[in-house]
């Protein structure tokens, strides 16, 4: 079937078509089917990107825990995860906008998804495992929303065995739509499918899936980095937004601005001007996912300045003007943006 740009689907048919460059059908089908996907090596990046992502791990690794090389013992009966990573080494960055990870994130939570966090996992040999969970981030909730929240895209540094302690799922449990209960998490803690993967393959899934993971059997440890991606409307687990730097955006393309939600509309203080920010942004953000906002995966030219961090807002200030007023004058800057895109483009501030 040729896909079209269909105007009801709004950006769904540009992603699935890049998507489909990129030969993921078939993760997109096992998504749908099964709740997770893996994508080998090959279709994530060459070689070289896999070993700089491992090699800027295990760096985080001894910076903050001594070298795996002198302190291994260190990780014995131990499952742990390496909390805010991005900006200690700019592969990390890169990772977060993988073209086969990202897109199948968004191919989930829709192409304006947000980064939610970005850790390292490493586990060592022994009894140390996670219990079968689903990643819903509202545990209050006995029924979930039929659409995920968020996305989890695993890089696996090293290979994946049930003896290496691989990450385990619930083929199917996200049609159930329901958290997992104690009782349940305990019987199917050695029922559920280990994944059986080589290091450099990404392994994917939505917050409705039921994992966790096995014992590690064997000598060494099993290290992952981990991308989280969630719906814009959502609180993100680190602070990017925060702690990103102009200078790191210059060097990432527009859709990392995106990512970072430099362009998004909350909070709002007295005057709403943030959104006027967020709808005149570049495609890849802000809060619209529309075709006219569609960034394409293929889009690693870096921005250089094109866009900017979010200003710093008085929350108390109002402008004086009434919302009808405000959106007149908004609508007047969006056609000055129009004209200006048109001749030549502009630096979206």
């Known amino acids: 079937m040729k896909v079209d740009n269909w105007e009801s689907a709004g950006s769904l048919p540009l992603l699935y078509n890049e998507l489909k460059e990129l030969g993921l059908e078939t993760n997109i089908a096992e998504l749908e089917a099964f709740g997770f996907t893996v994508v080998p090596p090959e279709k994530v990046g060459p070689p070289e990107f896999h070993a700089e992502v491992k090699a800027a791990t295990e760096k985080v690794v001894a910076n903050r825990f001594g070298s795996l090389d002198a302190h291994l013992d260190r990780w014995n009966n131990v499952n742990d995860n390496l909390r805010f990573v991005i900006w200690e080494d700019p592969?990390?960055?890169?990772?977060?906008?993988?073209p086969a990870g990202l897109g199948l994130a968004q191919y989930l939570l829709g192409t304006n998804c947000i980064l939610s966090l970005v850790n390292a996992w490493v586990k060592g040999p022994g009894e140390a495992r996670t219990g079968i969970h689903g990643d819903y981030l509202d545990p209050t909730k006995d029924a979930l929303p039929a659409w995920n929240v968020n996305a989890n895209v695993h890089m696996m540094l090293t290979d994946y065995s049930k003896d290496d302690?691989?990450?385990s799922f619930l083929p199917g449990s996200h049609k159930w739509r329901r958290q997992v209960t104690p009782p349940e998490s305990k019987y199917w803690a050695d029922k559920a499918h280990p994944v059986e993967a080589k290091a450099g393959s990404l392994v994917v899934w939505g917050n409705h899936t039921w994992h966790g993971s096995y014992p590690k059997k064997t000598p060494g440890v099993r290290m992952t980095l981990q991308c989280e991606y969630m719906r814009p409307r959502f609180q993100p687990q680190e602070p990017f937004r925060e702690t990103v730097t102009q200078e790191i955006l210059d060097r990432n393309p527009i859709r990392f601005a995106g990512l970072m939600d430099v362009y998004g509309p909350f909070p709002f203080g007295k005057t709403g001007r943030q959104s006027d920010r967020a709808d005149m942004g570049p495609p890849g953000t802000g809060f619209a996912s529309s075709a006219e906002k569609y960034c394409s995966l293929f889009d690693t030219e870096p921005s250089n300045g094109r866009v900017t961090l979010r200003p710093t807002y008085d929350?108390?200030?109002?402008?004086?003007?009434?919302?009808?007023?405000?959106?007149?004058?908004?609508?007047?800057?969006?056609?000055?943006?129009?004209?200006?895109?048109?001749?030549?483009?502009?630096?979206?501030?």
Do not use: C, P, Q, V
């Not at 919302?323 to 483009?345: L, P, Q, T, V």
């Open 91 to 98: 592969i990390f960055e890169k990772l977060t906008y993988n």
């Open 165 to 167: 302690g691989a990450i």
């Open 315 to 349: 929350y108390y200030e109002h402008d004086g003007l009434m919302n009808g007023e405000r959106i007149r004058k908004f609508a007047e800057s969006a056609r000055k943006h129009r004209e200006a895109e048109a001749n030549g483009g502009r630096i979206y501030r």
